[in-house]
Every structure is written in C-alpha cells, then in structure tokens.
C-alpha cells in the first residue's frame, strides 16, 4: 500500500457512528477499511507510509458547493485558502455569472462584470471560450500540472442571457431562447453539473420565469441540477423561494438553493416557514437541497445592491448612469426609499455595508469602513470602476442555525477571494462548522455535520466513488483533531488559516501535510456523467 492511517477515529460521510480503523490507501483509492476488534486473522494493512492517526478523526474530503475560485483555482497554485480547510471538491460557476461559455465580446463584458468577486483577470491567458475547454484548462492548470482542489461547473445562466441576448430588460425572442438553449445543453454535455443563476444580479434578473423553466427543462433532461441565487433574501424571501420550487417542479428538474438564508430585519426569525415550505415540497416528491454558510453577514459588490433598472445595458451604462446627477439621485431615491431590488426589496441601511475590497488602490483607505451614505457610495462606484465588493451585516444568528440542522442542508462558503479584507468565510467556513457548531454549541452532532459536508454534496453532484470514507471510494480525504479544529480567519484577520486539520488529501494525495501546504496538485475537473 502506499499510505494508511493507523488507529483513525472513522467519521464516514453517512451520518453512522465514527468507528476505529486502519484505512489503507494505494492508487488514489481507499483500498482497506480495518475495523478494530476485527476478525481473527484479518491482518492490519501496512504500507510504505503509516501516518498515526490517534486521536484524529478521519473524514471524507469537504465539498464546498458555492465556492467563487474560478480564476483563483488557475492564478494561486497554493489555494491554501480552500486545501488547508479539508475542502478536496469547490464548486464554480456560481450566481450565474462566470467565464463559460463566451465569446470575445462577452468575455470582456463579464471580466468587467464581476471584477469585484475574481479580480479582472490581466494574470490570466483566457484561452478558452467553452465549458469544456474552460474544464480542460482545469485539468491543465499550472504548468500542465492541475489545480490544487478538484473543482465542479455550473452553466452560469446570466452568461449565458449575456451572449445570446445582451443586457437588455426584456424577454428572450424565440431565437434567443434557441440559442440559450444549445448554450446550456453545450455545456452539459461537455460537463457542467447544472446551471446557476443570479437573479438580483444583472442580466440574469431579466429573465421572467417562462425563460428559466425553458433552461431548467434542458438542464433535467441531461440529469443536472438548477442552483438560484434567487429573486430576494430580504422582503418577499419566502415567495422568491416558493418561485424557484414552483419553476423546477413545472420543468422537472433538481434544485439546489443556493446560500439558503433569510437577512433583514423583515425575516428575522423567520427560518422555520422557509423549512416548512421545503417540507412540504419534499414530501411531496421534489428533489431539493440547499447550502449555507455559518456566518450572518453577506458578501457581494457594492454595484449588486443598484435597481435592475440601472443595470441594463451593462457597465459603462451603469458608470454613465452614476456620473448622472438627475440619473444618480433617481438611484438614491431607489435604494433609500423605495427598496431596490438589487437589495432585496429593502431599503439600504447604509451601516450595514463595510467596504471589504477595492480594485483601485487609492481607494484603499476606505476599506474596513462602513459607507456612511451615497455620496460615499457613488464615488467609490464610479472611482473604483465597479470593483468594490462589501460585507452586508444583515443576517440572523438564530436562522443560520436553524437552517443548517435541516435534512437536504450542505455547507457552501460563498467565499470570494479578492479584495484586502474579504469575508472570513472564503478561509474559514469548513473548520468553523466543525469548531463552533459542533464543538462549542452542540448545533449538530460531528458524524451529522461531516455528512452535510460530504455525502450529502456528493449525493446531488451525482459523485458515486466520492463523499464517504468507503473501499474503492477516491481518496479525497481530511484528518482533523475534533478537541482543537477551529477557524483562525476572523473579521480582523480575513485571510489567516485554521488550526487542528494536519493533513488532507486530493485524490490520493498529501495537499497537506502535517499541517503545510505541499506542492502537489492534485485536483482536477470533475464532469457530470450520465
């Protein structure tokens, strides 16, 4: 054998009692379980490497199902922000907007689109068009040697509106349709898990219903997956969640909710009639599942929280709407007074946004500071050329952990990685499930919270050889103290990594290694399969 782990305590992925055992590795592949107090004359593996595992738990590889590392997956080979976690699987493609499909002109409209969550993107040779290209170029990945966690897609459904349709607020000619059609089967078939959306961010937004249920029914015919980030997480959440089960159960498809939470003061509370309303749903035969990070404020661009109305057009018709002044106090009026819709259909508090990154570095003072009005607001729109993302403190510590004890639940970080002081998810949510809510608070129990974080995950991603301490199953494993497994990413200190997880490994392979970061690069693209 290559590896085993001796005297591991065994937390499965199934939700089952943890167990002692040998676990064996050889090939990339788990090849031996060894139970203590097995039969006499079963012998313990060996192997040209023991790893002493007393005291640690031995658990499948973490699956983070709303991760943004599409461009850092290929700019940062270290990717300690996910590897040192235990997360082995992220999956890309999120809120419906990223960098596949596309041609040149949307390309550089998304770049420009969503610079606040992956940078622009000038370190990056974009020499791919497709999702499948854009998948072999995972494979690929530094030097030709891979990434450093495996790493799903999701058709991104705003880019895909973009390249066939543009920005404009309006339904899709049936041509359009056509062509977003074959776009997201395009994709599908070339590997793509399922199509997400963004509908507060645009031009996602400006799809109605008809549209999305039109895409969703392509995406089951190929047994994908439907991820929203849906109309509203403000006023009118349980509706814009009762929309998106009413529109994949019309088309027949799966869904997985994305970021499932309930912010604002309007939903606080609240958490108990979003469970009902997916009970009811899943009682009655739909196919649902949802991701939560363990945290209550949000993360997104400071851009996102404009009315869908500013959007249209798409960037440089945002700024020339900003430098506007009879455009731009229109905008104030919507955001302060009426609710925009890009905020959820509440009106902003402005005290609850802290700038968190800035993509022009004379802004850089204003980070770690709340915006104290929209004055402040616009000139960093327009002065930082959109590339401003934020914290949004609105969420409810009582919703977070409710949902998160829910059946269908899974951990997703959200985590974007730009930006000088990002949210301490994006380094710090795996080990924060497993420190702080199990652990301190007794939230979930660790074999329930390790099975939210594994099988479950593996489960809606169709992955049957992943998600579970199991023989022949891949070796994308994590050792973790449980006495002292903790995130040290904090508000203050974003970026510092977590303590008590040694060792993890990526299909067979040491990521990290009595607690470093080793050279490997052991991930790959993982495809849909029939």
């Not at 012998?43 to 973490?62: H, K, N, T, Y």
């Not at 510590?397 to 959200?414: F, L």
């Not at 904090?490 to 990594?497: F, Q």
Request: one cysteine or more; aromatic letters at 6%.
């Amino acid at each position: 054998m290559d590896l085993v782990f001796r005297d591991a305590e065994v937390v499965d992925g199934t939700g089952a009692p943890s167990y002692r055992a040998d676990v064996a590795v050889d090939g990339g592949r788990i090849t031996a379980i060894v139970k203590e107090g097995a039969a006499a004359g079963c012998q313990r593996p060996s192997a040209r490497r023991v790893v002493d595992a007393e005291g640690l738990v031995l658990s499948p590889g973490f699956v983070d199902m709303h991760a943004h590392s599409d461009l850092a997956l290929l700019r940062d080979p270290d990717h300690s922000a996910k590897a040192a976690q235990g997360v082995t699987l992220e999956v890309l493609g999120q809120d419906g907007l990223s960098y596949a499909p596309v041609d040149d002109r949307t390309l550089a409209e998304v770049r420009r689109a969503i610079t606040g969550w992956n940078g622009y993107g000038d370190d990056i040779d974009f020499d791919w068009r497709t999702v499948g290209e854009y998948l072999d170029r995972l494979d690929r990945g530094h030097d030709g040697r891979g990434v450093a966690v495996n790493a799903a897609y999701l058709v991104p459904q705003g880019t895909v509106r973009m390249h066939a349709v543009g920005w404009e607020d309006r339904p899709a000619t049936e041509a359009e349709l056509n062509r977003m059609r074959n776009l997201v089967a395009d994709g599908l078939r070339q590997g793509a898990v399922g199509m997400s959306s963004g509908l507060t961010y645009t031009p996602g937004m400006y799809a109605p219903d008809a549209e999305l249920t039109e895409l969703c029914r392509v995406v089951a015919e190929y047994g994908g997956y439907y991820c929203p980030h849906h109309r509203s997480y403000g006023a009118g959440a349980l509706e814009a969640y009762e929309e998106m089960v009413r529109l994949t159960r019309d088309a027949g498809c799966a869904l997985h909710l994305a970021h499932a939470t309930m912010n604002f003061g309007v939903n606080e509370g609240r958490a108990p009639e979003l469970l009902a309303l997916l009970d009811g749903a899943l009682d009655a035969g739909a196919d649902i599942s949802l991701d939560t990070y363990p945290y209550t404020p949000g993360c997104t661009t400071l851009v996102a929280v404009l009315p869908s109305w500013a959007g249209e057009g798409g960037p440089e018709a945002v700024l020339a709407r900003l430098r506007d002044d009879e455009t731009a106090e229109r905008i104030r009026h919507h955001l302060e007074v009426i609710g925009s819709d890009g905020c959820h259909g509440v009106p902003v508090e402005w005290d609850t946004i802290e700038i968190s990154g800035v993509s022009e570095p004379k802004l850089a003072e204003f980070v770690g500071r709340r915006v104290d009005g929209w004055t402040t607001a616009r000139r960093l729109l327009l002065e930082d050329r959109l590339g401003t993302t934020i914290l949004q403190h609105v969420g409810h510590e009582e919703n977070v952990r409710t949902i998160m004890r829910h059946r269908v639940h899974t951990g997703g970080s959200d985590g974007i990685l730009q930006g000088t002081k990002p949210h301490p998810r994006a380094y710090g949510t795996f080990p924060r499930y497993l420190g702080r809510y199990v652990r301190e608070l007794g939230v979930l129990s660790l074999e329930e919270c390790v099975a939210h974080l594994t099988s479950r995950p593996a489960a809606r991603l169709r992955l049957r050889d992943r998600g579970e301490v199991r023989e022949g199953h891949v070796a994308d494993l994590v050792l973790f103290d449980p006495e002292t497994v903790a995130a040290g990413s904090t508000y203050a200190n974003p970026r510092a990594l977590p303590t008590g997880i040694p060792h993890v490994l990526v299909n067979g392979e040491f990521v990290m290694e009595d607690g470093r970061r080793t050279d490997a690069l052991a991930g790959r693209s993982i495809r849909r399969t029939a």
